[in-house]
Every structure is written in structure tokens, then in C-alpha cells.
């Protein structure tokens, strides 16, 4: 099956700083979303973003799908920021849904 | 539109009691897909359903495991002789016919003791 692998594992920042996580993918797929999972373990979507840039506020992300490749950027960051990041890429089910594979997660804590 | 719901938030049993899950997804979203998550990894598929047909099932469902979807609303997972190993974070999620973009709800915590 396909395979996620996300980069760093942990990360600790000082509030204010930027990070980009990254996430690699090993075969092509039609969907790619970003998640952060709060400490009660809600997974709240970020991005849908199988291909190019987005901006949310102090977050984008961007996907090239060509290289299997996508990052995520966190600019001036936040104590709420906290938590695990997830990337999950999608792969066609029967009657066109879609299997989301995870990565294992970036952890990040924003500290004071 | 208030999200997908899922009950129980948290429960806890012993092993060889059967239990079941119930999860309701956005309303007019056609396709309800769950998931399983064990400490320190990412959630791994189960199964999916496009209205009240069960589509796909993952290796990972055994036999003690049963999901249902009857009239296309909300889902029930059922789990059977429970075992310690089937402790984990149960999630439902759901997406519009014709759209990717799945959305999660708050989870199930399962305890098996």
C-alpha cells in the first residue's frame, strides 16, 4: 500500500517562530488533506490541497504532486498550535470514496 | 450544520463484552467512512459506506467486527467478544458524493479492561 512519512517526528518552538512540516508520499494520489488533532483527539481539517497553494492566515500549504511531496507552514506561532499535525493522502475506493492513508504524525508544542 | 457526532465519547468495558458505537454524519453527506486510531499513530481505514451500501471493508475489520448503515443516515459500529487489543480511538467521518474532502468526528475512546 502506499506510504506516508512525515517529517519531523517531534518539534518544540518558541511562540512567535515559523516551522514547515513535510510530508512524503510514494505513489500517486487525488487527494491530500492536513490535519491538527487537539489534545481531546478531534481531527480539525486544515487543508484539502491534492495539488498547488493555499493560505489560511498564519498557515498555507503547498503540494506537488509530481514529486509526492507536500509542506505545511506555520508562521508566528501559537500556544494553541500545539497538538499533532497529520497529512493523509487519499486513493479511489469503489463507487469513487476515498481511503485516507496517515502519516504518523508531527508533534508540535509551542512554548511561552 | 453541526459536524459529525459521534456516542459514546468514551467507553469502557471488559474483554468479551460486545459493544457499539454510533456515529451521524453531516447531514446530505452520502459517503460515512470509519476509522481507527491507536496511541501514537495515525488513524487507519476500516470500512465505507456510499449511502447504505458498505462498499469497502479493511483486513484490519475482523470478523468480530460489524458496521451497518441501513438507511443511509447514520452508522453503527459493532464490536464483538471484545478484546484488549481493540482498545484504540474509533473516528467517523463523512464526505459529499462527488467530493474528497472527509470530515472526522470527535472519536469514541474504547477501553477494554
Known amino acids: 500500500g502506499i506510504q506516508v512519512e512525515q517529517s519531523p517526528p517531534d518539534l518544540i518552538l518558541q511562540e512567535g517562530a515559523n516551522s514547515t512540516l513535510r510530508c512524503n508520499f510514494s505513489?500517486?494520489?487525488?487527494?491530500l488533506q492536513w490535519f491538527h488533532q487537539n489534545p481531546w483527539g478531534q481531527l480539525i481539517n486544515l487543508f484539502y490541497?491534492?495539488?498547488g497553494t493555499k493560505q489560511n492566515g498564519r498557515l498555507s500549504a503547498t503540494t506537488v504532486a509530481t514529486e509526492r511531496y507536500s509542506l505545511l507552514y506555520i508562521s508566528s506561532s501559537q500556544t494553541t498550535d500545539s497538538g499533532v499535525y497529520f497529512c493523509?493522502?487519499?486513493?479511489?475506493?469503489?463507487?469513487?470514496?476515498?481511503?485516507?492513508?496517515f502519516g504518523t504524525g508531527t508533534q508540535l508544542k509551542v512554548e511561552l | 450544520d453541526t459536524g459529525v457526532s459521534q456516542n459514546p465519547r468514551h467507553k469502557i468495558t471488559k474483554r468479551g463484552q460486545n459493544v457499539t458505537f454510533r456515529c451521524d454524519p453531516i447531514s446530505e453527506h452520502n459517503r460515512l467512512y470509519w476509522y481507527r486510531q491507536t496511541l501514537g499513530q495515525g488513524p487507519e481505514f476500516l470500512t465505507y459506506f456510499q449511502n447504505e451500501a458498505q462498499l469497502e471493508k479493511s483486513r484490519l475489520l475482523s470478523d468480530r467486527f460489524s458496521a451497518e448503515r441501513p438507511k443511509g443516515s447514520f452508522s453503527t459500529l459493532e464490536i464483538q467478544r471484545t478484546e484488549q487489543g481493540d482498545s484504540a480511538m474509533y473516528l467517523c467521518?463523512?464526505?459529499?458524493?462527488?467530493?474528497?474532502?472527509?470530515?472526522f468526528g470527535p472519536g469514541t475512546r474504547l477501553t477494554v479492561t
Open positions: 467521518a463523512s464526505s459529499l458524493t462527488g467530493a474528497h474532502e472527509q470530515y
Open positions: 490541497i491534492p495539488s
Open positions: 505513489d500517486s494520489v487525488n487527494n
Open positions: 493523509a493522502v487519499g486513493m479511489e475506493l469503489t463507487g469513487g470514496g476515498n481511503k485516507l492513508t
